[in-house]
């Protein structure tokens, strides 16, 4: 098993480029979730999914899109990128309830 | 809704001493907890978690935490610190009703001196 896979693992973006961060796991999880990481502030939920079709707002859903059209992928799209965007970016998931989240290694992104 | 508070965000401890990181939480039905830790551009990895059960859990590499609801807290201890300790560690809380809704406190950098 691969687990959760990211990528890229870099991105550098001009202010109003759009973009996507690409998330994809193997393990038949239904629960999967982006968060963003900033430092004093932990990790805030932008968006998240409980299954195929199904996608929800987190803490800070402004300026990203998702959309999950099977259970394997979850993509994050950033509309038209600003520098508060500037942050590094995880997905993550699990099986249900209770159980723990799997992270994937990160996506560092920059926006200048 | 749920929160978590993660009291002193650097922490530096001697290599042999104890570790001791805290946690606090706020939830409104029963919670699951856990703790994560991140070291240097790597993903969080788990080391813990409490769902049900004892309220004394142990994880990996030596951690162990123990569930007090009279105090809604999660502490993470370690006997003795080892350099290799030295990353950032998150605690976390997620509700039975939440579908698998993490909150996370902001993290506590721990550095480990020989």
């Known amino acids: 098993n691969a687990g959760v896979t990211q990528t890229p693992k870099f991105q550098v973006l001009k202010t109003g480029q759009s973009m996507t961060l690409q998330c994809a796991q193997d393990?038949?999880?239904?629960?999967m979730s982006w968060y963003r990481q900033d430092p004093g502030m932990g990790l805030r939920l932008i968006h998240y999914?409980?299954?195929?079709?199904?996608?929800d707002q987190g803490e800070v859903p402004n300026g990203y899109n998702v959309s999950r059209s099977t259970t394997e992928d979850f993509p994050l799209r950033l509309l038209s990128a600003a520098p508060s965007q500037t942050s590094v970016y995880f997905c993550?998931?699990?099986?249900?309830?209770?159980?723990?989240?799997?992270f994937g290694s990160g996506t560092q992104l920059s926006v200048l | 809704a749920q929160s978590v508070t993660q009291l002193g965000s650097h922490v530096s401890v001697s290599e042999g001493a104890l570790v001791l990181l805290r946690c606090n939480y706020s939830s409104s039905v029963p919670p699951y907890l856990f703790w994560y830790v991140q070291y240097p551009n790597q993903g969080l990895q788990l080391l813990l978690k409490?769902?049900?059960?004892?309220?004394l859990v142990k994880g990996i590499n030596g951690f162990e935490a123990e569930f007090k609801k009279s105090e809604t807290s999660f502490h993470l201890t370690k006997p003795s610190a080892h350099m290799s300790d030295a990353a950032e560690y998150f605690c976390a809380v997620s509700e039975s009703d939440s579908w698998g809704k993490f909150q996370f406190g902001a993290g506590t950098q721990v550095v480990v001196t020989p």
């Open positions: 993550a998931s699990s099986y249900e309830t209770g159980t723990e989240l799997f």
């Open positions: 393990m038949n999880h239904e629960y």
């Open positions: 409490y769902t049900t059960g004892a309220t």
């Open positions: 999914s409980v299954g195929a079709g199904i996608t």
